[in-house]
């Protein structure tokens, strides 16, 4: 990784030198990882050469309503208190561009936060960073969205941290509209207070190879978190999910629902845990995982898995992958409508249960036409 240095480090004058300078230096001493990883299992990460990119920054626009506070450049003297350190995790923290948003207690945000990462410059790296805090009983939805054009040679290495207080609401909804020549490798962390709800949802359409891990741990009695994605890979696209629903107090209750299609040569893997611990004693946690495989030459992967440590609790996965069911198509084509038209509502149909929950309304009609703009793209 000759770009990524000390002295590339001190070369950016950031006010944390010390720490960062220490971070690149963790890095250089990190091997790469490989698919022979099990958190990297299935993955495209060997095709990664670090060698290709130099850092850079992206262009990170925030416009969020009144009463929510906006900083610019956070501080490394957080804990990230993430499962997994990497290579990538160590050149974020080296070479990070951080936003910190949070809202006082309390205090309903009238309208949304919304963070936008533009990627302009071919060749480089850039490491966005996401700080969320919401006080104790205060209400937010923050929506952030990553933006490159097709054709763009880049590398996309964000960032997020949301710590959610006491009685607290927080919903999150990233977006991945990158072009299809550019490497997304996200890596999101969720901490939930006692009576506090999360919301992590994420929708992936854009990318080359794509990966989100996500860590949601719920610490304090009666604390809720959900997850839920849709995901959308064609031509040689691949998207990643990791996920950990992360139990660490009694009575807390977790929900996944993921649902993805995969066209032409396509493909995409999930890998999904439930971690009960010891005194997670009354918990709920639930995991679904569906994909549609929608040409013979695409490919999906689903891995749900179980860990509990105590008695007394409610679990349960589930994953399905395979091509649309024929008795729609049938049903549908019987009553007069083409075959590409029925396919179309198909799978709209199979992604509304995802697009209804999303916590921005309009932006789910976009998305509805994004999906049905790749789909007519193979019909076509």
Request: charged share 25%; glycine share 6%; hydrophobic share 40%.
């Amino acid at each position: 990784m000759p770009a990524f240095t000390p002295d590339a480090v001190r070369a950016a004058a950031p006010p944390d030198l010390d720490l960062r300078l220490a971070a690149a230096e963790r890095a250089a001493a990190l091997a790469p990882p490989s698919p022979e990883d099990e958190v990297w299992r299935y993955s495209r990460i060997d095709e990664l050469d670090l060698d290709w990119f130099v850092p850079g920054r992206a262009d990170t626009t925030v416009d969020a309503p009144e009463g929510v506070h906006v900083a610019h450049g956070g501080s490394l003297d957080r804990v990230d208190d993430l499962d997994t350190i990497d290579v990538f995790h160590e050149l974020n923290r080296a070479f990070m561009d951080a936003v910190v948003v949070s809202v006082p207690r309390g205090v309903v945000a009238e309208r949304p936060v919304v963070v936008t990462h533009r990627v302009h410059a071919a060749g480089t790296a850039v490491f966005p960073r996401l700080i969320v805090d919401a006080a104790e009983d205060s209400e937010l939805t923050v929506v952030e969205q990553f933006v490159s054009p097709d054709g763009l040679v880049a590398l996309v290495v964000p960032r997020l941290e949301v710590d959610v207080a006491p009685a607290a609401r927080l919903k999150y909804l990233g977006v991945n509209m990158l072009g299809g020549s550019t490497w997304s490798l996200a890596h999101q962390r969720a901490l939930g207070a006692r009576d506090s709800n999360t919301l992590l949802a994420t929708v992936a359409l854009g990318g080359d190879y794509a990966r989100v891990r996500t860590e949601a741990r719920v610490t304090g009695q009666g604390a809720s978190t959900r997850q839920i994605a849709l995901y959308y890979a064609d031509d040689t696209q691949m998207h990643d999910f990791r996920t950990l629903q992360d139990h660490a107090a009694p009575r807390t209750h977790s929900d996944l629902l993921f649902k993805g299609a995969v066209q032409d040569q396509a493909k995409s893997v999930y890998t999904g845990l439930i971690k009960i611990r010891h005194d997670a004693k009354g918990s709920q946690a639930f995991q679904t995982n569906r994909n549609l495989t929608l040409s013979s030459g695409a490919w999906a992967e689903s891995v749900p898995n179980l860990d509990i440590e105590t008695n007394d609790v409610k679990c349960s996965h589930a994953s399905t992958v395979g091509p649309i069911d024929e008795e729609q198509r049938f049903y549908l084509e019987s009553r007069g409508i083409p075959p590409e038209i029925a396919e179309r509502l198909v799978v709209l149909g199979f992604f509304d249960e995802v697009l209804e929950q999303l916590p921005v309304g309009p932006l789910a009609v976009q998305l509805r036409e994004q999906v049905g703009a790749k789909l007519a793209r193979r019909t076509s």
